[in-house]
């Protein structure tokens, strides 16, 4: 008989959008991943008694608790993961940090680079193995595009324009929620940290920013169907360029009042021999262009076991992965760099990165000139 595996135990903070994904991906990973030892989901926290016994319960978590502190004592808990808000990441990771436990923090890492550094510094200082769930860089399509950069095959970079736009804030009747609060950081910091991330990935720290950050509608009910109205003190749509420390310029949009888009999580970049092409809205697929003359044109990528982990989940091309499985991916390397020590990127210094040019950002808008990073 195989040998026993093993156990890992999971604490959840949070069973919102997030903490669902990452309840499956945990469930999920040990059916599809040879992994060096086995994931049990332990303890969930939330908001309440209640609410966190019904998502436990729902979830799959042997108990629950309303008080996320003792989740983290708890010594059945070997890595925390983190879907609570914002604002909150910060005292959660601390605490599990301080306890010696693996932190998996969804994203942005914090409101604020100040909050993100003292996050950072205090897992570099105790050891900790850390995680941030920017789960769109775990795409295959996204490591083959950046395997493409990396062998010279597009030539020498030119260029990259990236965009991440969607359109759940597009009817200025939409209500306020977490997102267009202040401490939620506006579309840059939302999603404008996905497209970040990519850029980051696939050519390397950026060096200068200059950005124009806008609030489409002024107002918006406080619930829906409110007739009172508040301020909106957050940006609606950024339009940044950049330029790489490799020297590269390029530009950048977030917007989430894109009418018409749901997920254009999106790049093209351009190169002396070629170029290739993304989005999240056809994530299953590459587009690349090559070859010269009457030959040179864009030509389509479509994912399938040759570019792993996709053959972890199916040994056959065109039953395209999704979301879901992008956060197994994620599970997956967080794990074996529990296990083995490992780094698992990006990780928390990796995200403090991210969040100094979100912050470069709306300097740069404020003040009305380029910052240098």
Not at 227 to 255: C, K, Q, W, Y
Not at 279 to 291: A, H, K, V
Not at 327 to 347: S, Y
Request: hydrophobic letters at 45%; charged letters at 20%; glycine letters at 10%.
């Amino acid at each position: 008989m195989p040998e026993e595996k093993a156990e890992i135990g999971i604490g959840l903070i949070g069973s919102g959008f997030m903490g669902r994904c990452h309840a499956n991906a945990f469930a999920s990973v040990g059916g599809l991943f040879d992994l060096p030892a086995r994931p049990v989901k332990a303890v969930l926290s939330d908001a309440s008694e209640r609410a966190a016994q019904d998502a436990a319960a729902a979830l799959g978590f042997a108990r629950g608790t309303a008080n996320w502190r003792d989740l983290i004592a708890d010594d059945a808990v070997d890595i925390v993961a983190i879907t609570a808000p914002n604002i909150r990441h910060e005292p959660m990771a601390l605490t599990a940090i301080a306890a010696g436990k693996t932190v998996y923090c969804e994203k942005p890492l914090s409101t604020t680079v100040a909050s993100a550094r003292t996050m950072t510094e205090a897992a570099e200082a105790a050891g900790v193995v850390t995680s941030v769930g920017f789960n769109f860089l775990r795409n295959p399509m996204v490591t083959l595009a950046r395997e493409i950069i990396a062998s010279g095959e597009i030539g020498e970079i030119t260029g990259f324009r990236g965009r991440h736009a969607e359109n759940y804030t597009a009817d200025p009747d939409a209500p306020h929620s977490f997102r267009t609060d202040p401490q939620g950081g506006g579309a840059l910091a939302d999603i404008g940290s996905h497209i970040i991330s990519m850029a980051m990935y696939m050519l390397g720290p950026l060096a200068e920013v200059s950005a124009d950050c806008r609030t489409l509608y002024a107002e918006r009910p406080v619930a829906a169907g409110a007739s009172e109205r508040r301020p909106v003190l957050v940006d609606d749509m950024t339009h940044a360029l950049i330029r790489f420390e490799s020297g590269v310029a390029g530009s950048l949009e977030a917007n989430w009042a894109a009418t018409g888009r749901t997920m254009d999580l999106s790049f093209e970049i351009t190169g002396s021999k070629g170029a290739i092409a993304f989005s999240q809205e056809s994530m299953n697929e590459l587009r690349l262009c090559s070859g010269s003359g009457a030959r040179a044109g864009f030509k389509r990528i479509e994912a399938g076991p040759s570019h792993p982990p996709y053959d972890r989940f199916c040994p056959a091309p065109g039953h395209h992965l999704g979301f879901n499985e992008l956060k197994v991916i994620e599970v997956a390397q967080l794990i074996e760099a529990h296990v083995n020590g490992g780094a698992c990127w990006p990780d928390f210094r990796a995200a403090y990165e991210f969040q100094r040019v979100v912050e470069a950002m709306q300097h740069s808008c404020s003040e009305r000139r380029w910052i240098t990073l």
